[in-house]
């Protein structure tokens, strides 16, 4: 069957684009997304939603030192940039004119549309730049939202295990809702759908690593249809492969996430100063749309779409895009090489670094990847040799980042990484050296940036999600901030090397403890080891932290006195990972220094306090501790 002609009409303040299969509506010149007809649905958009928050781009903002700034992101001025019988992408521009003093957003923002003939769905990205002379501000957070029928999508998909029915907006409210401590966590006393009664709803629970992400989306019924997000790359997300991002959540509503500080914090806040320049091309993501008349076969719409988005990645970059800023394949470049991890306590020759991660990002500092916001990242997982090629890299001078699952820190390349476009650049073997002085005396947990080396323990009855009862994730449960406390009611954790084992009894996150009058206490977990000698020098502590919220974090050796502190870092970390149903955040590795002097032969205990109290969702998530010998035991 012969594909249709791409429409474009104008149509009042409306602009209409139209391939037979979708029918766009979005008004002129602002760039809002007010209708997607497809599939028998007049709208798949919801119609009680102002025109203006159905399909749109949002930014949260500040001057420096000011108040933080959310306002939606639309067009002053409407264009046609390409026409043709197999695609028209059309563009809503707004322009910063530095010249004229105001308090205004300072930046330039152009939201483009494509709709391509023979195509279930359309692709969307946006311009943003700055032009010389603009104030300088904080970008915090931007993403394209869709906000679909509430009458009829109430199935949500993000991977294969997470697919759920879900509750619906009224039920969020007083009456059917029950707001709990975590603002956006709401217990539904009395919902629409009463097999949701009892059940926790939370945005943040369907939170994604990108590197795990990249599809998500509804299925409405009568008609079926499937409405699919899809990320073909996460190079303009910042943050990179471990940044977590929302998806979908009670609304309905489909996200895009391009940019924010979920689960880091101000760290990773976009600082631009007085002047600065700057152009990003955040997209193109592509909507895809999919239906079936048959009810049973509802779930296929979720196995099509994975496959949708294979082509997706495998189409990128795309061929089609009209933005000079936007790269092709061939103004792009490549790198390849073989990476390797270099312990001698481990292994005396090279050890391949399998399954480990690879990227490029101007970021100068080891790690730094992770709060980078204002450039592009390439991010490629090596094989189980080592082997490693990032494709499609925006020509440029990188810093080359790299870490290892079963090994601690981040790996920097001494060198800078230029790639020029239309060329492979050879990088050869790489060695990452992991910080290392002396022998393990004992190591507790598996490093790989999260906690889920630990124990996550049953959520409360009371608060749950039935969708991550039995899962692997059940850390995404409410609440479990508490449940240290239903384990340890009124003495701390204690745990014996040798004797216990972190995945049963060292608890995920190292949290306040709750008293009888529910006030907050202060914890100090206890680690027992047992010398057999002691070697004269300096023993090392590897401290990795998985996430921080707000800690005191003190660490003694012995005894808790000033003699025998050896580490204190006070209002540790900003991740809110504890509130967020995280397992990670921000990852920090701290070496710290132990006097042979601290320590003596025979039984010893290092106490882990977390000082703060007065805080239900404050604490610290460790990744991974390891207490190596003097180097001279070597």
């Known amino acids: 069957m012969a594909k249709e002609k791409v429409q474009l009409v104008i149509k009042g303040s409306n602009v209409i684009l139209d391939n037979g299969l979708v029918r766009l509506t979005i008004s002129k010149p602002q760039g809002y997304l007010i209708g997607i007809q497809y599939g028998g649905m007049d709208n798949l958009l919801d119609l009680k939603s102002s025109e203006s928050s159905r399909g749109y ?9 000011g108040q933080d700034r959310y306002q939606l992101l639309n067009g002053a001025e409407y264009s046609v940039i390409n026409m043709s019988n197999d695609s028209v992408e059309v563009s809503f521009r707004s322009s910063y004119d530095p010249s004229i003093q105001s308090t205004k957003l300072p930046l330039s923002v152009d939201i483009r549309y494509i709709l391509r003939s023979g195509v279930s769905g359309f692709h969307c990205y946006s311009i943003y730049e700055r032009p010389p002379g603009c104030r300088a501000f904080d970008l915090a957070q931007t993403r394209l939202a869709f906000k679909l029928r509430r009458d009829k999508f109430h199935y949500m998909a993000i991977t294969d295990e997470k697919q759920r029915i879900m509750p619906l907006p009224e039920d969020l409210l007083p009456g059917r809702g029950k707001q709990l401590i975590v603002p956006e966590s709401v217990l539904l006393v009395n919902p629409i759908n009463p097999d949701l009664k009892g ?53 309905p509503t489909c996200l895009a996430m391009f940019h924010g500080t979920h689960y880091i914090g101000n760290e990773i806040l976009a600082h631009f100063q007085e002047g600065e320049t700057w152009r990003k091309v955040f997209g193109p993501i592509f909507v895809y749309l999919n239906s079936t008349s048959d009810a049973s076969k509802a779930y296929n719409l979720w196995i099509d779409a994975k496959k949708q988005r294979l082509l997706q990645e495998a189409a990128w970059p795309y061929d089609f895009v009209s933005s000079p800023y936007y790269l092709t394949a061939n103004e792009r470049g490549s790198a390849t090489g073989r990476f ?56 440029g001078v990188y810093g080359l980042h790299g870490w290892v699952p079963g090994f601690i820190g981040d790996y920097l390349d001494k060198a800078l990484v230029t790639i020029p476009a239309g060329s492979q650049t050879e990088l050869g073997n790489l060695t990452y050296v992991p910080l290392r002085n002396g022998p393990t005396v004992w190591e507790i947990g598996f490093p790989d940036r999260t906690a889920l080396g630990c124990y996550v323990p049953d959520v409360n009855p009371m608060y749950v999600n039935k969708l991550f009862l039995n899962s692997p994730e059940k850390y995404r449960q409410y609440g479990l901030w508490d449940r240290y406390t239903d384990i340890h009611p009124e003495s701390d954790q204690v745990f014996t090397v040798g004797v216990n084992d972190p995945k049963k009894d060292w608890f995920f996150a190292h949290v306040d403890r709750r008293g009888p009058d529910n006030k907050y206490l202060p914890t100090t977990w206890t680690i027992k080891f047992h010398l057999d000698s002691i070697i004269k020098g300096t023993y090392n502590l590897r401290l990795a932290i998985a996430s921080a919220t707000r800690s005191d974090l003190e660490i003694f050796v012995n005894y808790i006195d000033q003699g025998h502190l050896v580490y204190q870092e006070m209002n540790l970390g900003m991740d809110n990972t504890v509130c967020r149903h995280g397992i990670h955040g921000l990852y920090q590795l701290f070496s710290i220094h132990v006097s042979s002097l601290l320590l003596i032969k025979g039984d010893n205990s290092m106490f882990l306090v977390q000082s703060r109290s007065g805080d239900p969702v404050c604490g610290v998530l460790y990744d991974y501790l390891r207490l190596e010998a003097p180097a001279s035991s070597s």
């Open 57 to 65: 781009w949002d930014i949260n903002w500040n001057l420096p030192e």
């Open 199 to 251: 059940e926790v709803d939370d945005k943040y629970q369907y939170s994604m690593d990108n590197k795990d992400g990249g599809l998500h989306g509804w299925i409405s019924s009568g008609p079926i249809i499937g409405f699919w997000i899809i990320f073909p790359s996460h190079e303009f997300r910042n943050g990179g492969p471990t940044k977590q991002n929302l998806t979908v959540h009670t609304g």
């Open 340 to 395: 390797f991890v270099q312990d001698k306590f481990v292994s005396s020759s090279l050890i391949p670094a399998k399954y480990a991660y690879i990227g490029l990002s101007s970021a100068r500092t080891e790690g730094g990847w992770q709060t980078e916001s204002k450039d592009y990242q390439f991010w490629v997982q090596t094989d189980s040799k080592g082997n490693f090629t990032v494709k499609n890299v925006v020509p």
